[in-house]
C-alpha cells in the first residue's frame, strides 16, 4: 500500500500540484480544492508549520557595516569628480541582520526546495510586470506564521466541506490555516 494518495496523475506533475497548492496556502491562508488533494496538502502544510515553530528562535543577531551609494532627491546617484574621473560617492551603513544558526538554516534550505516563491501583483498593475515582487514563503513562514502558532501543538490546518462541484461531483472543501 503507498504513503500517500497519487491523485490520478505521473509523480512530476503530482509533485508540481503539491508544491503549488502548498504555497499557495501558506501565503493566502486558505485555499479551495477537492477533499484527496486537500489531505495530501495538509500532511505537508503542517509538517513545514510544525518545523518553522520548533526553529523560529534559532538565529542570532548580528550588526554589519555595508556600502550603500549616496543618492540625490531624485533618486539617481551622486557622483563627484576625483583625478578627472566621475566616481559615486559611498555612505557606510550599519544593519542588524539575523543570521540563522545551523538547523534553521537545514530547515529553509528544506523548505526552499519545495516550496514556490509567489509573485504578487498590485492591483492597480494587473496584468503588468512592473510593481510586483516575489514572496518567499520560507520567510513567511517565520516570520509571521510561526509565531502564530508557537503555543500550538498541530492541528495547524481545518478543512469545510462546502459540497460537490457542479461539473463532476467531485467532493469540494475549503482548508484553511487555523
Do not use: C, W
Not at 515582487?133 to 490546518?157: C, E, M, Q, V
Amino acid at each position: 500500500m503507498a504513503g500517500y494518495r497519487k491523485l490520478g496523475r505521473t509523480a512530476s506533475q503530482r509533485k508540481a500540484l503539491l508544491r503549488n497548492q502548498v504555497s499557495n496556502l501558506l501565503y493566502h491562508g486558505k485555499i479551495r480544492t477537492t477533499d484527496t488533494k486537500a489531505k495530501e496538502i495538509r500532511r505537508i502544510a503542517e509538517s513545514f508549520i510544525a518545523l518553522a515553530v520548533k526553529e523560529r528562535d534559532n538565529y542570532d543577531t548580528v550588526t554589519v557595516t555595508s556600502k550603500v551609494a549616496r543618492k540625490d532627491m531624485n533618486g539617481s546617484r551622486v557622483k563627484e569628480e576625483v583625478d578627472g574621473k566621475k566616481v559615486t560617492v559611498f555612505d557606510n551603513v550599519e544593519k542588524e541582520i539575523k543570521k540563522d544558526k545551523p538547523s534553521r538554516l537545514a530547515a529553509r534550505r528544506k523548505m526552499n526546495a519545495f516550496l514556490y516563491d509567489v509573485t504578487e501583483v498590485p492591483t492597480e498593475a494587473s496584468g503588468k510586470k512592473k510593481g510586483t515582487k516575489k514572496i518567499n514563503i520560507a520567510d513567511k513562514l517565520f516570520n509571521d506564521i510561526a509565531p502564530k502558532y508557537a503555543n500550538r501543538n498541530g492541528g495547524y490546518t481545518r478543512i469545510v466541506k462546502i459540497g460537490p462541484r457542479k461539473g463532476d461531483a467531485a467532493m469540494e472543501v475549503l482548508i484553511e490555516l487555523v
